[in-house]
């Protein structure tokens, strides 16, 4: 799997941190308004980081779990205590075997959240390269004035926001969890840019992520039994 395309994994797990952040505030009788406060954010970014947003910044998800009261579950990840001892200590020749800790990970929403996850992966790599290439994005509005032209009148006004969103750069319009945003990925230009093998890679993970994916460290082949 190349590096630079998107890892559909990563985008559900902060679809996910997301959720349960947002469900954390909920249960701890806190609003919107007075939540953004206490963070120091603006309620617009306090939506960002409950909608899994991730060009929002690490620091500003550390704020929201601190306030919710788990940000020790970040500060176990930042600790040793899930790294790797170093070959030749004491831990790494302990003969007892190491824990093995797996994290499954799946769309159990259902088949509707699965498909919404495919489309907003599949323009968040298409928006990197329209970013990086002048010519991709050339193609997309010459795809939308095409359509406008001769395609469906219904979608005209989606379309025309298609214009001004690749004129002005506004791409999270297309990129939240709003019904607004998924009307705007179903009519998107955007999809004429992708190539087919990275088409296929995103929709193989999603495939796989229909199945489940465990996450974890396997035990090591070479500890010794604790009766040797």
Known sequence: ???????????????????RLKRLRQTQGM????MAARVGITRNTLRAVESGDPATSIGTYLRVMSI??????????????????????AAALSRRTAPVVEIRVSAEEGRHRLQDLQSMVLHEEAIRRVKANPRLLATAKDTVTRWLQTGDPRSAGLWREWQQILETGTWRKALGRSRHAQQLRQTSPLATVLPADVRANILAQVSDLRKGVVLGVEPSQDLLPEDQ
Request: charged fraction near 15%; aromatic fraction near 0%.
């Open 31 to 34: 609003g919107t308004v007075d």
């Open 1 to 19: 799997m190349s590096s630079e395309i998107t890892s559909v994994l990563d985008r559900q797990l902060l679809l996910q941190l997301g959720d």
């Open 68 to 89: 919710l009261g788990v940000s020790g579950e970040l500060a176990l990840l930042a600790s040793d205590t899930l790294s790797p001892a170093p070959a030749g200590s």
